[in-house]
């Protein structure tokens, strides 16, 4: 009885009205100790209000079946299908919604509906998965961001493809936890192409030297990663290598500039990759970088022979432990001994001699940052300005006089 007035009623009542009646019914509904009659009348009456034509009423539904998972199914499920700010309470909170629900509505919603997926806590890893694909560059920032979801690295890598071009995406992704190397070394190639564009569509740059210096930083980029050290362990070099093959970026120039940064690690991993052998076995022959047993280690990576006496150097050069950077005094030797032969091509000279030059100024640069960290130790503390005060009223009191 009480019901059937309640629809009598919401025909005529205003839109306000409706909406806070149509809240306390679903509260009621939910939380009230109705009777069996009682209960299916209301359950009717709340499945009509899904139809009512103001938003606000079917608002305040959603927000009262949210959260609970006591709210009748059809209509959570009807309310994460309404329009967006209506379908956003519920996707962002219902536990009563699947993941294939989740996924559907995600795939014919608006990036606010998708957002709402996407910061749902707990997401699972299919949905995770399904919206890399079907996302929008806002959806997924939101997924980034969100600690509590389960996003596998392939989704992740999947983000990268389609929005690597975007900062605040790059952002987002590299702030996850446990981020592991290779995708690491993706987000440099991404940053490094990206900035390459730019300037190239600025015209400030020729497109050529755009494209080497980006390939610079990227070999920057992953050497500094193969040397990362988290907890006290090595990073995986092998899985950052394996990576690297499978992005077309493993290359020659970088196993060079990993052995002229002291990160014999790497170095080891990128062989053993390059190689198919085990990664003991390249690591047993890395120790004699003069043997014959090298040369034939780097014929069979496919090395150009014209490196093998450039590792053997580096390799020879004492190092001050795996610090990631190029080591002047390795790649000063290693030319020196390139320049002696007589068989080095003339372009490996040239990218030794850039190579010698970068070392030089990254240890003009440490030094410099150095001596400014001691300047500003050094320097005395400045004293607090003085502290002026102003007696007005003796001011006021001469001007009258």
């Known amino acids: 009885m009480i019901v059937q007035r309640f629809l009598s009623w919401v025909q005529n009542a205003p839109a306000g009205a409706r909406a806070e009646a149509t809240g306390a019914l ?9 009777g ?11 499945t009509s209000m899904l139809d009512d034509p103001s938003p606000l009423v079917r608002r305040c539904l959603a927000e009262a079946f949210a959260g609970s998972r006591e709210a009748p199914p059809h209509c959570v499920a009807a309310l994460a299908r309404d329009q967006s700010d209506i379908a956003a309470v519920v996707l962002a909170r219902s536990p009563l919604l699947s993941d294939a629900d989740l996924v559907d509505c995600a795939g014919a919603g608006d990036v606010f509906a998708q957002s709402a997926v996407a910061l749902r806590p707990g997401l699972s890893a299919a949905v995770a998965t399904a919206l890399t694909e079907v996302g929008y560059r806002e959806t997924l920032i939101s ?16 983000m990268i493809e389609r929005f690597g071009d975007d900062g605040e995406m790059r952002e987002a992704i590299l702030a996850r ?24 569509a600025r015209a400030w740059m020729p497109e050529h030297r755009a494209s080497r210096m980006a390939r610079e930083e990227i070999e920057k980029g992953a050497v500094a990663i193969a040397v990362l050290r988290e907890d006290g362990e090595g990073a995986p070099e092998l899985e950052l290598a394996a990576s690297l093959r499978r992005a077309g970026l ?5 196993a060079l500039r990993a052995a ?16 198919g052998l085990d990664a003991a076995r390249v690591a047993g022959l890395v120790t004699r970088p003069g043997g014959s047993g090298f040369a034939a280690l780097c014929a069979r990576a496919k090395l150009p022979a014209s490196l093998v006496p450039a590792f ?16 002047r005094a390795a790649v000063s030797r290693v030319r020196r001994v390139c320049e002696a032969a007589s068989d080095v091509p003339g372009a490996l000279k040239t990218a030794l ?9 990254e240890e003009a640069r440490r030094a410099r940052t150095a001596s400014f960290a001691l300047a500003s130790e050094a320097a005395p503390t400045p004293a607090a300005p003085p502290v002026i005060t102003i007696d007005f009223q003796a001011i006021e009191a001469q001007l009258a006089a």
Do not use: Q, Y
């Open 353 to 361: 001699r850039n190579l010698e030059i970068e070392a030089v100024r």
């Open 312 to 327: 053997a150097a580096a390799l020879e050069t004492p190092g001050d432990g795996e610090s990631g950077r190029l080591s």
């Open 250 to 254: 493993l290359t020659p120039a970088l």
């Open 36 to 46: 069996d009659r009682d209960r299916d009348d209301a359950e009717i009456a709340l």
């Open 143 to 158: 997924l980034a961001v969100n600690p509590a979801a389960d996003v596998p690295e392939s989704a992740l890598r999947r």
């Open 26 to 34: 679903a509260r009621a509904w939910l939380h009230s100790d109705l």
């Open 260 to 275: 002229l940064s002291g990160a014999r690690g790497f170095f080891i991993a990128l062989l053993a990759e390059l190689s």
């Open 177 to 200: 936890p446990g981020l592991s190397s290779g995708l690491r070394a993706e987000l440099v190639r991404a940053t490094a192409s990206a900035l390459a564009d730019f300037v190239v």
